[in-house]
């Protein structure tokens, strides 16, 4: 994702990133949020994001008709010393930090795992009762913005945008 | 079951955070800006259910993990309806090229 240049490409690595993490969820034993990733960020956000990248595609004149092409949607890089700069560090500086911190909670035994759905739906129900809440009436009011942002308006000025 | 030590979720989850802070920085496409927020938010994730495994009887860390993620999908799908937008309007994604309020 960080090395390629097509956008179409680096949702795809996007993809298996995705999944590799809902792995990872397994094996920290979150089963729930683990089906919960593949749900919405595979099944929604990735979708969404690919939608996205094919909808803003610049269409190249002579690559439009070539179907032996590659689909080329690429993106500018921006400087890459700049960027080595910060992410590296940032990489070496928190390695140096978890692999030299002694955190009190990880040398307990490892409890016995079970099933996290139970407890996940009597804490939804309980005690993050009102984030809960919020969190529908988030989701209600973001599904409400998204749909009318994206739907075409009857401006003149974006009108020869939508026939195209 | 051999558990997995939760020294590596962390680092796993450092490294896909300096990921996504490379591409956020790097890439001037909005999409790859999006995709890099995106896995910020999942390498955040990562060290909350890490955390979390050692707490079972509230699961503090799962709860915002889940929260987390319902906000980055509501988060994804306005952020592409302005994108659309800003494509319709401006007939590029390119951030740089982005430079003016009014056309």
């Known amino acids: 994702m960080l090395l390629t240049r097509n956008v179409l490409y680096a949702a795809f690595f996007l993809l298996l990133t ?16 683990a089906i919960a990733q593949i749900m919405i960020y595979v099944g929604g956000v990735l979708v969404l994001v690919i939608f996205g ?4 595609h610049k269409r190249e004149p002579q690559a439009a008709t070539d179907s032996q092409q590659p689909n080329r949607i690429l993106t500018l890089n921006r400087n890459w010393v700049g960027v080595l700069l910060v992410a590296m560090p940032l990489f070496l500086a928190l390695y140096t930090l978890l692999t030299r911190t002694n955190f009190a909670i990880m040398n307990q035994p490892s409890p016995v795992w079970r099933t996290t759905v139970d407890t996940i739906g009597k804490q939804l129900m309980t005690e993050y009762i009102v984030p809960f809440e919020l969190v529908g ?11 009318y942002l994206a739907s075409p308006r009857s401006n003149p000025s974006t009108k020869h945008g939508n026939r195209t | 079951m051999e558990t997995v030590p939760s020294q590596l979720f962390l680092i796993v989850g450092a490294a896909l955070f300096s990921i996504g802070l490379a591409v956020v920085l790097l890439k001037r496409h909005v999409i790859m800006v999006l995709m890099g927020i995106e896995l910020m938010l999942n390498a955040v994730n990562l060290n909350l259910v890490a955390f979390s495994r050692h707490d079972p009887d509230r699961l503090q860390g799962q709860m915002l993990a889940l929260f987390v993620m319902v906000v980055a999908a509501a988060e994804s799908a306005v952020a592409l309806a302005i994108v659309l937008q800003v494509y319709r309007h401006f007939r590029t994604a390119q951030l740089d090229e982005l430079n003016e309020l009014k056309q």
Request: glycine share 10%; charged share 5%; no cysteine.
């Open chain 1, 18 to 33: 995705l999944l590799g993490v809902a792995a990872l969820f397994v094996l920290a034993g979150a089963d729930f949020l």
């Open chain 1, 53 to 56: 990248v094919m909808l803003t």
């Open chain 1, 137 to 147: 009436i988030l989701l209600l009011a973001a599904l409400v913005g998204a749909t």
